[in-house]
């Protein structure tokens, strides 16, 4: 992806909240990392360029891709079809003049609908117009292979030289068509290159394909149960995508010799893995790839083991950088943090758990205990899904998470929130339960 020079970024912040003092012997440090971004303003003294989007006539700045589920169950209602056609649609109104796009029906292969030739358009009102007319012509017939579209997606994307490239993905079914390994080979390839949001429509996809897909490629998931709310959701995504102003952000993690990062995960707006994805940045520093950022904020979990030492010493635990790249190979920062570990004897400072690090590790739990939960429902644990359940239920009444909470009500009969005590519910409609488990890891932001 495409670099930028100083005026060219939106301003971040790093803020570090922790408890950073460590009883005789301790040596676990968290800290929970928030990263602010705004855009238009000042960066590092000098006026940052026009939102990167900008005015017509002033570059191109992104590239979408949007992959339309073609499969023969898509005519089964009929108005899953029409509901893509339409959503796509809508998507397509909200691109921005100059940017680069294109339009691929998916079914067991990816095939161009517009504009063709392995290329894409650059959007306008005729482009967008026959884009539109393209979607028309859109029919259902034949199988599900989405490593085949995100290939293409690719392919198409990579042609454009542009900071921002990104993917809207939408299925009705399972990826029956080509292996698991085909699919994750495919994102493996795909995964730095764009960031790509999907979507299931109905019920009859698999939750756990359509999330990895946006976790692999640092996007959202989410479920449309009902096709006739495919165009409104399709046009926030695209609003959203069109927000974005820089690509290729990194979380940098330095630590000192003889500190070992236990973990490095997202915890705000979405629960989000990083720890295994880390790039090495030179000694004892790590990237931890974040995609792509407007105007926005997220918290961030970081875990540190620190080196024994005596009452009274402290050291610097790790230095949390914002980094993009530069065509030198070098890496531009662009705010940095702290953190710290100071050991202490007085217990009240050292046994003190910091508010935002409570808040984010119950969050964290949250998602875990719903996925265990419906995974134990699912296989006939009734037990072990009461169990987990209930423990969701205390957790997100604890935390505020009143979106999930009601969620979770759809699931389970709650006799008693604050103590986590629940009972199955004998009937449960099936796109309640998808909607459970594809937005488990939302969370809700600390009362700071």
Known sequence: ???????????????????????????????????????????????????????PGEGTDAAVALMVDCSGSMDYPPTK????????????????????????????????????????????????????????????????????????ADRLLASADVPIRHGILLTDGRNEHESPEDLRSALDASAGRFTCDARGVGTDWEVKEVTGIA?????????????????????????????????????????????????????????EELTERRTEAGPRAGDYPTGSWGDESRDYHVCVQVPDADLGQEMLAARVSLVIPQPDGSAQALSQGLVR???TDDMAASTSINPQVAHYTGQAELADVIQQGLDARKSGDTDGATAKLGRAVQLAALSGNADTAKLLSKVVDVVDAAEGTVRLKAKVAEADEMTLETRSTKTVRVKK
């Open 341 to 343: 570990a100071v050991w």
């Open 81 to 152: 079809m029409r509901g893509a056609r339409e959503a796509s649609a809508a998507a397509i109104d909200a691109l921005r003049d100059g940017v680069h796009f294109a339009v691929i029906a998916g079914t067991h292969i990816a095939k161009e609908i517009y504009p063709g030739e392995g290329r894409l358009a650059v959007a306008d009102r005729t482009t967008r117009g026959q884009a539109k007319q393209a979607l028309r012509k859109l029919s259902a017939g034949g199988g599900t292979a989405i490593g085949t579209w995100l290939q293409l």
């Open 215 to 271: 976790s692999a490629l640092l996007g959202t998931a989410d479920i449309v149960a009902d096709p006739a709310h495919l165009a409104e959701d399709f046009t926030q995504m695209m609003e959203t995508a069109m927000g974005k102003e820089v690509a290729d952000v990194a979380l940098r993690l330095w630590t000192p010799v003889g500190t070992e990062i236990k973990f490095v995960k997202q915890v705000a707006p979405t629960v």
């Open 1 to 55: 992806m495409a670099n930028f020079s100083k005026s060219h970024v939106p301003q971040f912040a790093v803020e570090v909240y922790q408890n950073e003092y460590l009883p005789e012997g301790g040596r676990d440090v968290n800290a929970i990392v928030t990263v602010t971004s705004t855009g238009g303003g000042t960066v590092g003294g000098a006026v940052s360029a026009p939102h990167l989007f900008g005015v």
